[in-house]
Each structure stands twice: as C-alpha cells, then as structure tokens.
C-alpha cells in the first residue's frame, strides 16, 4: 500500500502556496538571496518514520531555531540550577532582540531570546573554552540530533557579523551585569556560530522528534538528551519559542514551536511527533508566514492541539490474525494522527493474506477526525490493490462509512 501520509502533505503545502505575504529576512546579502518560493513540510514519530514533502532537502542556516537545542546542551552538560543562574524561564512577550533583562536580577528572561541564547552558549564547554571548541561541541551534538554531519556556513556567519551591532549591544549588557566574561565579540561570534549551522525541513524534523520522544533519535535509536532536559526545553519553548507571538501560537496552534529568520520553523509534540517546516517569508515577527499557516491547518486537520482530550493513545493495532481466507486487523483505543500512522506503517509492512481484510474497530473507543480519515483511507488504497474489505463495527464508533472517492465500505455483523 502506498501510504497517504505523504499525499496528505502535498496538499497542505498546494493549500498555502498562495500565500504570499511576508518578506525574506533582508538585513545580510545570504537571507536576501533565498529564494521566496522555497517550501517544505517534514513529520518524525517517535518510533522514526520520516514523511516529507516540497523542499525538504534543501539546506538553510538554523538561526533561532538553534537556541532550544542549546539550551537543551547546557542543561545537559550543567543541570538546571547552573542554567538557570544565567537566564530564567518567564515569557517575555518581547521581541527577538530585545536589550532586556529581568530588573529584580538582571538575567536574561528566557533562552528563547537573544538576551538568553547568548548567555546560554557561554555556558557550553566551560567558560575557558575557546569559540572554534564552543561551536564544534555544538555543531557535534546538533549532527547526532539530526543524525547526519552538519556544517556550519562560515560565510554567512561572517555577513552577520558585519551587521552584529545589536547582539553586540546586548554581549555589552551581560557583561556588564557578570552575566557573561567572554569579550562581546567573541560572544556574539559563538553565538552566530550555532545560528549559522545548515539543516534541512527533513533534519530538523528528527531533530524535534528526539526532543518529543523524551531524548532519544526516533531513527539512529541513540539516547542523547534526558527526558529531564527534553521537557524544560519543551515547557520554554511553548512559552516563549515564538516570542511576542507566543501566547497567540499556544492558543491557535498549541504546539511548543521555534522559528528562524532563514524560513525554518519546528513544533514538538510531546510523546508523538517532530514537525519542521521551511518557507522565507517573514511577517513582523520574524517568524514564516507560510510556516505559520502550515502549522495552524495541521493543528486543526490531524488535531494536534496540545490542550484537546484526545492525545493519550496506547498503539492502534491490537492484533493481525488470519482465519481461512480473512485477515482480521483488530484495533483498539483512541484512533489520533499517530494512532492512525502506527496502523498506516503496520499495514504497509505486514504481508497481508488471502483475499478478504476484516477491519474491527469494536475495540476503538473513539476516532478523531485525522485518525478516522487515515484509516479509511487506508482501507480504500487496500481495496484497490485487490483485496475486498469489510469493517466490523458493532458501536457505530466510525459513524460514516463513505471514502474519499465516495463508494462506501462494506460491513460485516459477525467475525469470522
Ligand atoms: N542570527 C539571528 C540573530 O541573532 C537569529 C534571529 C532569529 O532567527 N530570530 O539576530
């Protein structure tokens, strides 16, 4: 069967290819350069299956986008008290770059900020440790999170630093509150490092599907973070990953998020999902307009939203048996997007046999709309390749039976 996970995606990106409001990042002559028109869509499970679409392999800096997997580091590296010596975990409901620190102890508000990020990068690899080792440790751990070896754009680094004047400000500022002893331009070059590594939609979907699952690569299998660290980092980056916007994002989308100036944007849905998109529009904020749109109608189409009732889900297919000629898939409990993606990948492996597919969803305690929409269009693509199908739903927990190319399923009473 081929799977309609990735059809789905193309379509989400058709749907927002008409958007064309926002602008590319235009303060360097590298983020002025990229094409507009670039656009891509990428989904990690925690159990790694990777389903992309649109641009997903084509290369672009980190930026912003940087700052969680950093925080993530230092937490790592120095436990949470030391971390949160240097920088706090409050929104601050201000812009990227603000020249702002909390007036009872003059610490950067939050990671997520410039302020944050680059007190946070002077904590990586001890405060003797040179720029060129800072970065490599970084750019190491972020190769292992993507499971591939990064690179970091030097050129564009160096574009940057040319027009570093307020980041430089802000290296001034925490120096002068101790916050940080590097000098400001060594500072502010660390931290530019880190931005300036390239990814593409498809790694940082990994990437954000590592934190989602509680640290581990959901593809290499290797254990890099702490389930501690993965949640703070997730619990800050819904507060604060989308600066000024953040509070409207958790509200409209409800998935902990970090954008970059270069078009990317990331959402980790805990427990189940990595998302990364990558469009260079810009709105105001800094953040991709079309990422922003993506987001929204994925959140509401495959309900996703972290606040919604039906996120607890135990695996979707209970068991697959064989009597005579019939095989009969049994699924149990919540049927979500991932639900409906475990069915969708077990499927697609298991060697079905004989002529007849029994699906049985007495079992099922509820479809959303995504998991319902999945499975029945799984069982259409079934259909196609020859086999016939029949659904056993005693309850009714299917509620409609018609496919996407409207015929409709056939029903049987009795198992056999
Ligand atoms: N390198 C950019 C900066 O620090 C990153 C900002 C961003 O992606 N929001 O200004």
């Given at each position: 069967?081929?799977?309609?996970?990735?059809?789905?995606?193309?379509?989400?990106?058709?749907?927002?290819?008409?958007?064309?409001?926002?602008?590319?990042?235009?303060?360097?002559?590298?983020?002025?350069?990229?094409?507009?028109?670039?656009?891509?869509?990428?989904?990690?499970?925690?159990?790694?299956?990777?389903?992309?679409?649109?641009?997903?392999?084509?290369?672009?800096?980190?930026?912003?986008?940087?700052?969680?997997?950093?925080?993530?580091?230092?937490?790592?590296?120095?436990?949470?008290?030391?971390?949160?010596?240097?920088?706090?975990?409050?929104?601050?409901?201000e812009a990227f770059n603000e020249l702002s620190l909390d007036q009872n102890d003059n610490r950067p508000v939050n990671p997520m900020i410039n302020a944050g990020a680059i007190a946070v990068n002077q904590l990586i690899n001890g405060e003797d440790s040179s720029v060129e080792d800072r970065l490599e440790k970084i750019r190491a751990l972020f190769s292992r999170l993507a499971g591939r070896e990064l690179q970091v754009d030097h050129g564009l680094c160096a574009s940057e630093m040319a027009t570093a004047d307020r980041n430089l400000s802000i290296a001034h500022m925490l120096r002068n509150h101790d916050i940080i002893h590097d000098e400001a331009h060594d500072a502010v070059l660390s931290y530019t490092g880190q931005c300036s590594i390239l990814v593409t939609t498809r790694d940082l979907s990994v990437m954000s599907a590592t934190l989602a699952g509680g640290g581990v690569q959901p593809v290499t299998g290797e254990r890099i973070l702490t389930p501690e660290v993965c949640r703070l980092t997730l619990a800050v980056m819904s507060s604060a990953g989308m600066y000024d916007g953040a509070g409207r994002w958790m509200a409209g989308v409800g998935i902990p998020a970090k954008s970059g100036v270069a078009g990317g944007l990331i959402g980790t849905l805990p427990g189940q999902l990595g998302i990364a998109t990558f469009s260079p529009r810009l709105d105001s904020q800094g953040n991709s307009v079309r990422g922003v749109r993506i987001f929204e109608r994925l959140s509401r189409d495959m309900g996703l939203h972290l606040m919604s009732a039906d996120h607890h889900s135990v695996p979707g297919v209970r068991s697959i048996t064989r009597e005579g000629d019939s095989t009969i898939i049994r699924l149990q409990g919540t049927i979500n997007f991932t639900a409906a993606e475990n069915i969708l990948h077990e499927l697609g492996d298991h060697s079905l046999g004989g002529k007849e597919l029994i699906l049985d969803v007495s079992r099922v305690t509820s479809f959303n709309l995504m998991g319902r929409r999945m499975v029945k269009e799984g069982l259409r693509r079934l259909r196609e390749k020859g086999f016939a199908c029949a659904i056993h739903d005693p309850e009714g927990v299917l509620t409609d039976l018609e496919f996407s190319d409207g015929t409709y399923a056939d029903t049987v009473a009795v198992l056999p």
């Open positions: 069967m081929k799977p309609p996970i990735p059809d789905y995606l193309t379509d989400i990106l058709d749907h927002v290819r008409g958007e064309e409001g926002g602008d590319v990042a235009g303060y360097i002559r590298e983020l002025r350069d990229a094409d507009p028109d670039l656009l891509a869509l990428a989904l990690c499970t925690t159990s790694g299956h990777v389903y992309a679409a649109g641009d997903a392999d084509v290369e672009f800096t980190m930026q912003s986008i940087s700052k969680p997997f950093v925080y993530a580091l230092a937490l790592q590296e120095l436990g949470p008290d030391a971390v949160n010596g240097v920088v706090g975990m409050e929104p601050s409901g």
